[in-house]
């Protein structure tokens, strides 16, 4: 088993040595869910929200959180994103939301992609909550990554 990247030989807490890695294209993918009731849903189809369009305001909420991930996690290195994009869908039990995150870096775009995502789902969960007060936000996972030394793909 590997050990934690975050931590040194003596078991103090350290931002990862990245200056030795080779740039490459990374990319990451991350999804998440948002519970909601067939009231809701119907509300958000008919265009009815008291706050506007939830859906578009999560998709430009994800966008900006992933441009902030390093200043919201304390050991993530500051990089440059060359593509940031979030998609909402409306499914039968709430909202599906996905995340695409793309750099050429020295470090990968996991946790910008997976922020995306949790900040576009919070997003929802606010415009929503005068609407229904038991909204879920769940499932948010990475389900790809490429670029750097090893590749990820969540088996379904």
Excluded: W
């Excluded at 030795?20 to 909601?36: D, H, I, N, P």
């Excluded at 009731?37 to 706050?51: D, G, R």
């Amino acid at each position: 088993m590997s050990k934690l990247s975050h931590y040194d030989e003596t078991g103090n807490v350290k931002m990862v040595d990245v200056s030795g890695k080779e740039v490459t294209t990374r990319r990451a993918v991350a999804s998440g869910k948002v519970l909601l009731s067939a009231e809701t849903l119907s509300v958000l189809k008919s265009q009815k929200n008291p706050k506007g369009d939830p859906l578009e305001i999560a998709r430009i909420a994800g966008i900006m959180g992933a441009k902030k991930t390093s200043e919201l996690i304390p050991l993530c290195h500051q990089i440059n994103l060359s593509k940031v994009n979030v998609t909402a869908e409306i499914r039968d039990d709430g909202i599906y939301l996905e995340a695409e995150a793309v750099t050429d870096s020295k470090t990968g775009v996991e946790m910008e992609a997976l922020t995306a995502v949790s900040v576009a789902a919070l997003t929802i969960y606010d415009m929503c909550k005068a609407v229904q007060k038991d909204i879920v936000v769940t499932e948010i996972r990475l389900e790809t990554k490429t670029g750097g030394k090893s590749d990820f793909e969540r088996r379904s």
